[in-house]
């Protein structure tokens, strides 16, 4: 290991899934610099097909009932509980609402080759996702790197109908996932992380 390296390997070993936020919201500042930093992610065919939005504090309420309809159908279907369809809801709505700052990150298909068969589509959409998933960590990481807290949430994938039409974003943006934003409160302790179990999760041929 360089000298160079062992910054970037201690930052990504440190980073964690800060659920508990406190405030205040970012600054335009900050929220800008985090999602340029976003943006120099890997992407296929030289593309940027990612899209960030905030969300201010006037959508949120409207943007979680809209999901939270949507959500509940699911969950009503999957035959879930009553009392576990309201937990889950009532949890979903506090991290949408109470984020100090809240992201929205998105595809789309911009520079992507268009196959006429399903098979290399997917393929090619894969690569987007992939694209996008690089972008969301460089976003983590970076907020970590500066102190902040940060979650992501997957929710935006099962309601992408919903989000777009409550944030008004053009038809051709794929919703993916939200980040939540905000200072780690006082009593954050970070968890340990277990050791990586190479034994299961790597192989070689």
Known sequence: MTDQSRPIEDAIRARRSVRGLDGPP???EEVEALVALALTA???HHTRPWRFVEIGPTRRETLADAMGAAWRRDLEDDAQPSKAVERALDRSRARITGAPTLLLGCLVADGLK???????????????????????QNLLLAASARGLGAYWISAPLYAPDEVRATLDLDATWEPQAFVAL???????????RPTPDLGTEFTRR
């Open 114 to 136: 268009r196959y006429t068969d399903e098979r290399r589509w997917r393929a090619e959409w894969g690569l987007a996702q992939h694209s996008f998933g690089a972008a969301l």
């Open 26 to 28: 970012l600054s335009a």
């Open 182 to 192: 905000g200072h780690p409160r006082d009593d954050y302790r970070p968890f340990d």
């Open 42 to 44: 890997p992407a296929p």
